[in-house]
């Protein structure tokens, strides 16, 4: 008796062990599939910033719409609401090898948001997008909000190279010092059309001029991103007749037939080895059809890019996907990939640990990275939102840093709704026959 009590002590000891070393073995955040329920609130709406500064309307072109804000996280020094001298030279990534031999190394992790609007319309000053934009720098991102040109005044490509010109000058070194960027850990986040756009860089990024360099995109964050503009979304099971009419304005054509630029805008053709991993958020029901993301990601997979695939049962499209359940997914992702790695502590040490190079309390924001129970660096305001966000305005309001730590515990008002909000399995298997094997048996 005794003996075979020994033996599965020693099994259950086996397994604890291994579980240990696969945690330290820093799994990456996919291959995976999830199909989950969303609630009807934009969560980082739903929140108060206190102690993150926005800077806003930094130029990184001479145009009137290449313009940026720069969300900053809570630990940022007083000094980094001072505005990079901004760049009007092309997009090029001419700031030269010697300018990136001599940029400061280490840093912050950073994201780059790109906003939705049918490439046409659409703002970085919006409510909700100026929300995420704080609520991923709450999360300890220097997160940069554009703007870019819009059809059909300025059709593809010019959204896309401003949004190639601003990644540019995310890695440049003047801006890198002045907001503590570390350039090895940048990523990027869009939603609809900024979907699209944030897929597109990321899909031709091994074609920059700073690849050799070493600038290169770590993650992506796509939510609803049309993925394939050629004839293809216009079948029966595509978009509807007025977005096709849109995606021509965007791609400058009077036909789908006789449209080169439908293919170079597809984010689906051009996928490669060199790609990063991606986190993919799309509804069911949604305007723009399920199988654009379920091919994609297929391709993704077919190239051994990680992705991680979550469906949204309903039709919230793009960032309106955010309840709190998936911004912590989507924050989860980003700091799998983003963040610094770190040993895991021996058995018996204490909890202070390296974060990002410097050390950190166990309470700190290092921990808190990865410790998704922790409450969030913000405090929930529950205010009357509305039926409708969308281009609603946004004052920019600067805190200051005192009184931060009163707000560190967070708050519960709402209740912690993790336990529920993942579901492995979807509510209708035919669905998630389709989510696991994607269109064309591919």
């Known amino acids: 008796m005794r003996s075979g009590r020994r033996t599965l002590l020693a099994l259950l000891a086996a397994c604890v062990t291994l579980g240990a070393l696969v945690s330290c073995a820093g799994a990456p955040a996919g291959d995976r599939n999830d199909v989950v329920t969303t ?96 609520y991923l720098a709450s999360e300890g991102f220097v997160t940069v909000n554009v703007d870019y040109r819009l059809a059909p005044t300025d059709p593809f490509p010019a959204g896309l190279d401003d949004t190639r010109r601003a990644l540019d000058w995310v890695f440049r070194p003047a801006t890198l010092e002045t907001y503590d960027i570390d350039p090895d850990r940048v ?40 993925t394939d503009l050629t004839t293809r979304s216009t079948e029966p099971d595509g978009v509807s007749a007025s977005f096709q009419r849109k995606q021509l304005l965007y791609l400058g054509c009077r036909s789908y037939a006789d449209c080169p630029a439908a293919r170079q805008a597809s984010p689906e053709y051009h996928v490669t080895e060199d790609t990063p991993p991606f986190f993919v958020g799309h509804s069911t029901g949604e305007f723009i ?56 502590p021996r058995a018996g040490a204490t909890r202070t640990r390296a974060c990002g190079g410097r050390p950190a309390r166990a309470d700190s924001l290092c921990d808190r990275h990865h410790d998704p129970s922790r409450s969030p660096r913000h405090r929930v305001a529950a205010p ?49 026959r389709r989510l696991l094997v994607p269109r064309g048996g591919r």
């Open 187 to 226: 990523g990027l986040f869009g939603g609809s059309a900024g979907g699209n756009l944030a897929a597109m860089l990321a899909v031709t990024d091994h074609e920059s001029a700073g690849w050799a360099e070493g600038d290169r995109v770590r993650a992506v964050v796509d939510l609803s991103g049309p």
């Open 39 to 134: 609630d009807p609130v934009i969560y980082p709406l739903s929140l108060r910033y206190p102690g993150i500064d926005v800077v806003a309307d930094v130029p990184y072109g001479a145009e009137d719409l290449q313009r940026l804000d720069v969300c900053l996280p809570p630990d940022s020094a007083p000094d980094t609401t001072a505005t990079p001298t901004a760049t009007t030279g092309p997009s090029d990534g001419s700031g030269g090898s010697d300018a990136r031999r001599d940029r400061p190394g280490g840093g912050r992790p950073a994201v780059m948001m790109i906003h939705g609007g049918s490439w046409s319309h659409g703002d970085k000053a919006t409510a909700a997008y100026r929300a995420v934009c704080q």
């Open 289 to 344: 059809p399920l199988w654009e993301s379920q091919d994609f990601v297929a391709t993704l997979r077919e190239h051994d890019v990680p992705v991680t695939f979550v469906a949204v049962e309903g039709t919230a499209h793009s960032i309106a996907q955010l309840d709190r359940a998936m911004s912590e997914r989507v924050v989860a992702f980003l700091h799998a990939r983003l963040d610094s790695p770190r040993p895991c």
């Open 384 to 432: 009357d939102l509305g039926p409708d966000l969308r281009g609603a305005p946004a004052r920019v309001v600067v805190h200051g840093r005192g009184g931060l730590r009163r707000v560190l515990r967070g708050d519960r008002a709402h209740g912690d709704r993790r336990a529920g909000s993942r579901r492995g399995l979807p509510r209708h298997p035919d669905l998630r």
